[in-house]
């Protein structure tokens, strides 16, 4: 009873969404547009179909996520260089060595930033900088939930760096 009640109201309401529009003049020339018809000769005007478009389904988040449902939440933090180091020699290159606990799941990732840009991104826990200009850096490690989503961050280290012949 329920639903043919619903049918029913929604019919109607279609009915009453699609009725006729009409247009006329007045004397002095004024054009004016009703639902009713007016005295004064009003005409149907036809109107074009309206533009629909259908409603998308949000797309699912991975399924990928922790024994409890959700997803992990990582505890980065950079093992070497040591936080306030001072780097010898920047031409030659640098290991960034990175701890996440707990291990990274598949499709996990690390991320590498050096002076607040993205250096690399990597499944691994070790960066190679090939080379860093002289003066002060800093960089922080970030792990990526899909490679995308940062789950956890590393404290931001500062270095500095020396080149040959500079000290």
């Given at each position: ?7 029913l109201s ?111 991104t990597a ?45």
């Open positions: 009873m329920l639903r043919a009640l619903l049918t929604l019919a109607l309401g279609a009915a009453y969404v699609a009725a006729e529009i009409y247009q006329s003049r007045d004397a002095e020339g004024r054009v004016t547009y009703s639902d009713r018809p007016s005295d004064q000769g009003a005409e149907p005007v036809q109107l074009p179909t309206t533009n629909t478009t259908p409603a998308v389904a949000p797309r699912e988040r991975p399924a990928d996520k922790g024994e409890d449902g959700a997803a992990p939440n990582y505890r980065v933090s950079i093992v070497s260089p040591a936080a306030d180091a001072v780097i010898p020699n920047g031409l030659v290159p640098l290991q960034v060595q990175i701890s996440v606990e707990p291990p990274l799941r598949e499709g996990d990732s690390l991320q590498l930033l050096v002076d607040g840009s993205e250096f690399a499944e691994g826990t070790s960066f190679s900088i090939p080379q860093l200009s002289r003066g002060a850096h800093t960089l922080r490690a970030q792990a990526l939930y899909r490679g995308r989503y940062p789950r956890g961050s590393s404290a931001e280290h500062g270095i500095f760096v020396y080149w040959p012949g500079n000290r």
